[in-house]
């Protein structure tokens, strides 16, 4: 069992910064981990993701350039950094881990495997 605590969040206008964090229980902290994010009467999409070791990331098209997924498995907490942000970055941002071994679609929410209970992320124009 893994719990997952994010923070971070809040009310930003456009163009502000923003530094999200997920806090893992888990003293084992060798996940591959992911960001999604959630808006109002949407499907949760995915944001970024990182392996285990913080040498391989991936980013949705909509956040590349902007956005940066990083770890510190010292502290077992993964980090995301937003800047320039823009009114539809605007949702719940969540974390996630995926704790298998095999080969998996890290930008698919049905193969993580556990969850924080979401962050808000409000930017107004």
């Known amino acids: 069992q893994v719990q997952l605590v994010e923070s971070g969040g809040g009310l930003v206008q456009a163009g502000d910064s923003l530094r999200l964090s997920c806090a893992a229980s888990?003293?084992?902290?060798?996940?591959?981990m992911g960001w999604f994010r959630q808006a109002p009467g949407k499907e949760r999409d995915f944001v970024a993701s990182?392996?285990?070791?913080?040498?391989?990331?991936y980013y949705a098209d909509s956040v590349k350039g902007r956005f940066t997924i990083s770890r510190d498995n010292a502290k077992s907490t993964m980090y995301l950094q937003m800047n320039s942000l823009k009114s539809e970055d605007t949702a719940v941002y969540y974390c996630?881990?995926?704790?298998?071994?095999?080969?998996?679609?890290?930008?698919?929410?049905?193969?993580?495997?556990?969850w924080g209970q979401g962050t808000q992320v409000t930017v107004s124009s």
């Open positions: 996630a881990v995926y704790v298998g071994s095999h080969p998996y679609s890290f930008s698919l929410p049905k193969e993580y495997d556990y």
């Open positions: 990182i392996t285990w070791s913080g040498t391989t990331t």
């Open positions: 888990s003293r084992t902290f060798t996940y591959n």
